[in-house]
T-cell receptor, first 115, second 113 residues
Framework: DTEVTQTPKHLVMGMTNKKSLKCEQH?????MYWYKQKAKKPPELMFV???????INESVPSRFSPECPNSSLLNLHLHALQPEDSALYLC??????????????FGPGTRLTVT | GENVEQHPSTLSVQEGDSAVIKCTYS??????FPWYKQELGKGPQLIID?????GEKKDQRIAVTLNKTAKHFSLHITETQPEDSAVYFC????????????FGKGNQVVVIP
């Protein structure tokens, strides 16, 4: 089973709202990722967690705040977003961040619209 | 950093024909090359991958070939079916390192029934 689940599927929020995206995997993977994908573009890496610790932040604005409460869960907290932040937000996981088992499996994504 | 180029950007094929997508990479230290298929409204799905110690890998109608000397790798889909219509992304990364996937820009494959 290579399933990564994400909720919600769609989210519309105003620029002053606070919302959270949730990602879950039960494959025992110890690395989890957030990506942002604009239409007709490849995914862009935002954050990487390895063993529940933030290991990579790709200079993402502070209005995006990741959290990894445990090895199965990954959240992305959103606050004071801009319309240009509208995109598909993808979560992925891999058995490890590096080394032998690093195949990344993606969830279905959350389609975010900022109004 | 790694730069992956993907060609062509759009490919239309008749059902039953073969489709080939080519990618080139710049970092000779890259040694892991996955291919993802993304259907409309869905997340990318890992369909096949290859490591640098292997020249070719096949899984049913899908195959990937790697030429390390020329730094390019290709996805081959045989006997295409309408459900193969999707955007395909190639990527490259180093196995031992930070495992950042460098993606190509994507290729829209349209299978015409």
């Amino acid at each position: 089973d290579t399933e990564v689940t994400q909720t919600p599927k769609h989210l519309v929020m105003g620029m002053t709202n606070k919302k959270s995206l949730k990602c879950e995997q039960h494959m025992g993977h110890r690395a989890m990722y957030w990506y942002k994908q604009k239409a007709k573009k490849p995914p862009e890496l935002m954050f990487v967690y390895s063993y529940e610790k933030l290991s990579i932040n790709e200079s993402v604005p502070s209005r995006f705040s990741p959290e990894c409460p445990n090895s199965s869960l990954l959240n992305l907290h959103l606050h004071a977003l801009q319309p240009e932040d509208s995109a598909l937000y993808l979560c992925a996981s891999s058995q490890a961040r590096t080394g032998g088992r690093y195949e990344q499996y993606f969830g279905p994504g959350t389609r975010l619209t900022v109004t | 950093g790694e730069n992956v180029e993907q060609h062509p950007s759009t490919l239309s094929v008749q059902e039953g024909d073969s489709a080939v997508i080519k990618c080139t990479y710049s970092d000779s230290a890259s040694n892991y090359f996955p291919w993802y298929k993304q259907e409309l409204g869905k997340g990318p799905q890992l369909i096949i991958d290859i490591r640098s110690n292997v020249g070719e890998k096949k899984d049913q109608r899908i195959a990937v070939t790697l030429n390390k000397t020329a730094k390019h790798f290709s996805l081959h889909i045989t006997e295409t079916q309408p459900e193969d219509s999707a955007v395909y992304f190639c990527a490259a990364s180093r196995r031992y390192g930070n495992n950042r996937l460098a993606f190509g820009k994507g290729n829209q494959v349209v299978v015409i029934p």
